[in-house]
């Protein structure tokens, strides 16, 4: 499809950790970028005006504060712009919020993906990129977790809400022929990664001297997966001719628990001292993402490593403090 001037990408949730960084891309590419994003009082509003503190220095990019629910203003955007195609990676985030709080889960990441695809539908966009989560595969134990495995067997609210929002894509691109491309993401980090997911939480505490909670005997793993990777994905999705697909964006290198932290400790240059708790409810066993999908549609495989990721992380986590001091 064409990525020319001939109109904006409206990417939300563009303040976010995995939203600024697609929208870092598009602009050094040339695109328009419109960012939405409600700023959330979830985490410090500081850190997600830093995240975006690059873009707002470029003409191509332009942010909008607001809800994704809100037709009101959905219908201002598509109706004052040229909006070519939606990256949508606004979301309520976080398997154990979740728990405690899932009807505001169902509400922005049910309701509002239903009035961003309306938005989409009305007013003929090109392309509908939908951020989902390798959440949504459960317990599954067949490993590595392909896009054919089925997931309705979520074990979270917001894993069930991931799994609804694909299927409310779908609906979609059957009834209307939107061109919709759903991206699994697989536990995703590097450089404004949320403050409450495990590395940033890691690091923080490590550079305080404080002890890392380790929930479990250390044998959980997840697939570990570079946000400039995670880019990378996204931006050839959105560039696709693709109908309909939904396609896997992780490492394919799954890491234990008890590993990580020892990675982490070392990028720090610290040793971690452990403080042993019990299995979280929500959280999956494993996860080990099949990307061979991801290969044959997008050209698409992960480049980074483990090691490599987190020394970034710790550089700019460290930035980061100092710039909020």
Not at 40 to 63: A, C, G, H, M, T
Request: hydrophobic share 40%.
């Amino acid at each position: 499809m064409s990525t020319g001037a001939s109109g904006s990408v409206l990417v939300t949730g563009a303040a976010g950790f995995i939203g600024s960084h697609v929208s870092e891309a598009l602009v050094e590419r040339g695109t328009p970028v419109i960012g939405l994003d409600n700023f959330d009082p979830y985490y410090d509003r500081r850190i997600k005006r830093l995240n975006v503190s690059r873009l707002l220095e470029s003409d191509r990019f332009q942010l909008i504060e607001g809800n994704i629910r809100d037709t009101e203003v959905l219908a201002d955007l598509f109706e004052r712009g040229a909006i070519e195609g939606v990256i949508h990676l606004a979301a309520r985030a976080g398997v154990r919020p979740s728990i405690h709080r899932p009807l505001d889960y169902v509400s922005t990441n049910v309701d509002g993906t239903m009035v961003l695809l309306e938005a989409a539908r009305i007013h003929n966009v090109d392309r509908f990129v939908f951020g989902s989560s390798s959440s949504v595969y459960g317990e599954a134990n067949e490993m590595p977790l392909s896009e054919e495995q089925r997931v309705d067997r979520p074990i979270s609210p917001y894993a069930a809400t991931k799994v609804a929002g694909e299927a409310l894509c779908h609906a979609h691109h059957h009834l209307y022929g939107l061109p919709v491309v759903a991206l699994r993401f697989f536990t995703v980090y590097g450089p404004r990664q949320r403050p409450d997911l495990a590395i940033n939480k890691f690091v923080r505490l490590l550079e305080a001297g404080k002890p890392i909670p380790q929930y479990g005997d250390g044998s959980s793993s997840r697939d570990y997966t570079y946000i400039e990777d995670i880019a990378r994905g996204v931006l050839a999705a959105y560039d696709s001719d693709l109908e309909w697909a939904i396609i896997n964006l992780g490492s394919s290198s799954p890491i234990r628990l008890d590993e990580m932290i020892r990675a982490v400790a070392d990028s720090v240059g610290v040793e971690a001292h452990i403080e042993l708790r019990d299995d979280q409810p929500g959280d999956v066993p494993r996860t080990y993402a099949s990307v061979e999908k991801a290969l044959r549609l997008l050209n698409w495989e992960p480049r980074w490593k483990l090691a490599e990721g987190l020394r970034e992380f710790v550089k700019w986590y460290r930035w980061s403090v100092a710039e909020r001091e």
